[in-house]
């Protein structure tokens, strides 16, 4: 994503109300203020399949108040807003990124080494 790029993805709510999702840098803030880590919250979703921060994520992208709650109860899943989820997805990744990221997790193992006399 880049600084100056704006993607704007609508989507129909429970009551059929559109809102507009953008994916911009400013949501990206957004994130990165209300999750901590925005870079981390996008890889758990994308490569560690936690499905369950992709609210989260929306959330930071409406174009108004929406709690994580309201995306979970009021979104309407259709063929036509799974296309649209697909490409805020693949928009998140840029669709270059593969299987590997600097962004992983590495977990040491350290070894319990005692001197012998």
Same mark, same amino acid.
């Given at each position: 994503m880049l600084v100056? /790029?704006?993607?704007?993805y609508k989507i129909k709510m429970e009551n059929n109300e559109e809102i507009e999702f953008k994916l911009d840098f400013n949501a990206l803030i957004?994130?990165?203020? %209300?999750?901590?880590?925005?870079?981390? +919250?996008i890889y758990q979703y994308a490569f560690e399949n936690d499905f369950e921060k992709l609210p989260a994520i929306l959330r930071c992208m409406a174009n108004k108040d929406l709690s994580e709650e309201d995306i979970k109860n009021k979104m309407l899943i259709?063929?036509?807003?799974? /296309?649209?989820?697909?490409?805020? $997805? +693949?928009?998140?990744?840029?669709? /270059?990124? $593969?299987? =590997?990221?600097?962004f992983q997790v590495k !977990? %040491? =193992?350290? !070894?319990?080494q005692s001197k012998q006399k």
């Open positions: 100056n /790029e704006i993607k704007i957004k994130m990165h203020k %209300e999750y901590g880590n925005a870079f981390l +919250l259709n063929i036509q807003v799974i /296309e649209t989820l697909s490409n805020i $997805t +693949l928009d998140l990744l840029n669709q /270059e990124l $593969t299987d =590997v990221s600097d !977990k %040491e =193992v350290k !070894k319990n």
